[in-house]
């Protein structure tokens, strides 16, 4: 991660001006000047005022050009790829880096060649390329910067262990920070111990020890508080709030507002991101989770405004996924989410999200029961799973810990021996100026006391090496819990799984079961159809043939008997015979017509009702417009869609006929009143005239009105008579339609 440059970087570029003095024959007042210039950039540098630090170091540059300072162009140099990168600009355009390993390589100053591959090291870590980050880290290290032990040696060790986190590498991660807290507490460095401390508490975070992230995050906000870093100050805080979570609500709510007033205070859009996602989460776990996510959907806006590889904006894509999947917002935006994440994630090479992303797509699917794919993204979760920590990871992290504070200890231990040692070399001295036997008296006195010291001093470092074993022996009692209670954990998991996977089979075979079962009962359901088919067909064979012997063989009958009584007429009474040759046409056409009418039932073309009332149109006008009878049709408009059956459309229409024709022969009426309503699933005629009526309790010879009446019960419908002499008629039909 990234540090501001301090006064050891000052010092260094002193010391170094002199030497460059020396060596190349530089005037003092040009490296005065250089340096004058380096040192108003570190002061903006220090405010965040990020562009006057980069005008500065340009001015310092190109006067160490002008005057071959070379040394002095280096520093520049330097010094603006620090501020490129503290400002986030990992553009490799614009880091010049192989300027200054150039620079460093032709002056052989390994230092300045170092820190020119850390800086290239820098920008591939931004850019996610970990294998050449580490390359080149590795580089820096191994060529001078272990030796330098400066703020830029702490800086890459710092940033070599952000870049095994990238990979999810835990324990190579947790060893780098270590040494970069050595290096920073060795030159007292209070914002480099900040820095390393806050990633240390990411790290434990990450790994769920929650206790020790909480502990290193307080370190860092001492630290930054006392130095008054306000951007890295929000982040620490931010943190905080997100480790107090579940622990101390009134921790979660403290921390929340301080790190959003900083972010504010910063302007910075890093800083602003950090604490839309921290905002999501605590409101979320307040209950207000649309607010919540609103601010989560903030964040992800800004993240995929700043770039579309970002591991942070596959984690926030993972939260969204969360988000639709628990409140089952919209499934294929949840996966959409999952996926984006696992694309960057892949692209990455970042094992810990694809873990979280295919343990989140694993739970999405579970929920809505499909098994085969929670199956299929549970076995990815548990590969990166144990790829991410492995079964001793935790266990090696605690053993470097305890190393450190071994390492520690010991230095101290050193130290004293050390005083003990200018203690010895004091009374050398004082034997050297003072003589006689007072002086030896004095010498074996000292010499007894330094002894005691000695002995006080092993013993006390028996103890604490004592007190070290006793806690590792803790330490190692502990992990072996957790490997067993981890071990537990995977066996349950497998035996859900397995759980999981027998009732996936019963699924599968009740699911084959129901289908062989529908299949049958749908075989059965087209026979039993079929037959129905054909018995509708045939009932429609022998209505037919009913039709054609009740229309057209009684017509023919009568057509031959008046043919010949016409023809035995013919000679004897030719008027006789003019008459019933009338009748023959006129029992011709209504045998032509009948013929029509069944032809024209038939047809499917004609279910719509709307071809029906056509017909009846034509019919009506036909029959009643030679008698000057005017006709009225009203039909209502939600009717004309309805569908009726062939053997409805025949019956329907016979009464239709009967209904005029009885009106046109027998009513003496001028006006006949057709109306087609509907009433829910029913279709309603009436045929209402204005003659002379008739009573309907008389008896009459005539089958027209019981002809009616049964046919509209065999289409299961009502026949409605309404008569009386003088009143005129109206006769009603009420049948059921689609």
Known sequence: MKINKHISFLVWLIFSCIITKAQTGNTSLDSAAVFSYLNKAEEYFGNADYTNALLQCEKARQLSVQKKFARGEAYALIKMNDVLIESGNYNSDKIAADAVIRIGNKIKDSLITAIGYMHIAQVNMYANRSEAAIENFEKALNLKLIKAGNDYTGLAWNDLGYTYGQRSEAEKQTDCFLKALRVYEKIDDKAGMAMVYNNLSAMHNSIGQIKEAIE????????????????????????????????????VEKYRELCAKTAELTKDERRIIQAYVTSGLILDRQGKGDEGFKYELKAIALLEKQSGKDPMLARRYIAAGIRYSEHRLDSLTALNYFDKSIAISKELKDKGNLRDAYLNKTIFFKIRGDYYNAYENIKKYFAYKDSVVSDNTQADIAELETRYQTEKKDQQIIQLNADQKIKQLEIEKQKAIISGNLLLAKQKQ???????????????????????????????????????????????????????????????????????????????????????QQKELLDVRNNIAKDLHDEVGSTLTSIKILSEVSQNNILKDQQKASGLIKKITEQSSQMQQGMSDIVWAIKPDNDKLENMLVRMREFASHTLEPKNI????????????????????????????????????YAKCSNIHIIVESRKSNVIFTVKDDG??????????????????ARAGALHGNFILETSPGKGTSITVEIPAT
């Open 630 to 665: 005017n006709v009225v049709f009203s039909v209502d408009e939600n009717s004309i869609a309805k569908h009726i059956g062939m053997q409805q459309r025949h019956d329907l229409f016979m009464i239709f006929k009967e209904a005029v024709n009885n009106a046109a022969k």
């Open 216 to 251: 290193y995050g307080k370190k860092a906000v001492a630290l930054r508080e006392k130095l008054g870093d306000l951007p890295r100050l929000s982040v620490s805080y931010c943190n905080l709030c997100q480790y107090y979570l579940g622990i101390d609500s009134a921790a």
């Open 692 to 709: 002379v009526g008739f009573d309907s309790a008389m008896k009459r010879s005539s089958n027209g009105l019981k002809n009616m009446q």
């Open 446 to 532: 000292s010499e007894i006391d330094l002894l005691s010291k000695t002995k006080a001093l092993q013993d006390l470092t028996i103890q604490q090496q004592s007190e070290q074993i006793e806690k590792q022996l803790l330490v190692a009692q502990n992990n072996q819990q957790q490997l067993k209670l981890a071990d537990q954990a995977k066996l349950l998991q497998q035996q859900e799984l397995q759980n999981q996977k027998q009732q996936k089979n019963f699924l599968i075979a009740g699911s084959v079961l129901l289908l062989l079962v529908g299949f049958i009962f749908f075989n059965r359901y087209q026979l039993k159809r079929k037959l129905q």
